[in-house]
């Protein structure tokens, strides 16, 4: 039991680390569009995303997937650009068929499953029996979202009732902050990557 709380708080203290923002940015954009009353859908979409980077962060730690660590970390800032780039283009919508936004999440969740393995795979050592300290693991990272998620639901409930913001306004606001960070965040990746 020790070392499933080891790892459940790993993985949450992982996802909320703000020097690695990249991963709360991500589930920032994926969150823009929704307010509070929309919990329900935002916990099926982190979910989704969860289930993503779980198959990855899997195969990654058995050695069956390997991935570039400098690929992985230029598309980790694509994938954000990508899902904050397609909330602006909506006007700040959710999209019309739902099933679409999953599908991106558990995509967009694979390939940042692989940003996460390195670190996993390092805690791991060359520990026999990988199952339960991988799935302590990721369920601290779906709680560690979770939290991010409902700080930006709060967050975004408040702005738009005690300002004069409207929710299009606001999530475009977001959204579009988070595409430009992200934007910087993927060129300086592409040109480390390019050097190498």
């Given at each position: 039991m020790q070392e499933f709380s080891l790892y459940f708080e790993e993985g949450w203290q992982h996802i909320a680390d703000l020097g690695g923002y990249d991963h709360i940015l991500?589930?920032?954009?994926?969150c823009a569009v929704y307010l509070?009353?929309?919990w329900k859908k935002v916990l099926i979409l982190v979910t989704a995303f969860t289930l993503g980077?779980?198959?990855t962060l899997a195969l990654s730690v058995l050695g069956i997937v390997r991935v570039s660590t400098d690929l992985i970390e230029f598309l980790i800032p694509v994938t954000i650009v990508l899902t904050a780039l397609g909330n602006?283009?909506?006007g700040g919508k959710e999209p019309a068929r739902a099933n679409w936004n999953y599908f991106?999440?558990?995509?967009?969740?694979l390939i940042h499953g692989l940003?996460?393995?390195n670190y996993l795979r390092s805690m791991l050592g060359s520990q026999a029996d990988i199952l339960q300290p991988l799935l302590a693991f990721n369920l601290g990272l779906?709680?560690?979202q979770l939290i991010i998620v409902t700080i930006v639901l709060l967050l975004s409930q408040l702005i738009i009732r005690f300002s004069r913001a409207s929710r299009r306004d606001w999530t475009l606001f977001l959204s579009a902050a988070i595409f430009g960070v992200?934007?910087?965040m993927s060129i300086e990746r592409f040109a480390l990557l390019l050097e190498k």
């Open positions: 991500f589930i920032m954009a994926l509070m009353k929309d980077h779980s198959i602006v283009i909506r991106f999440a558990i995509f967009f969740g940003g996460f393995s779906e709680f560690g992200a934007f910087v």
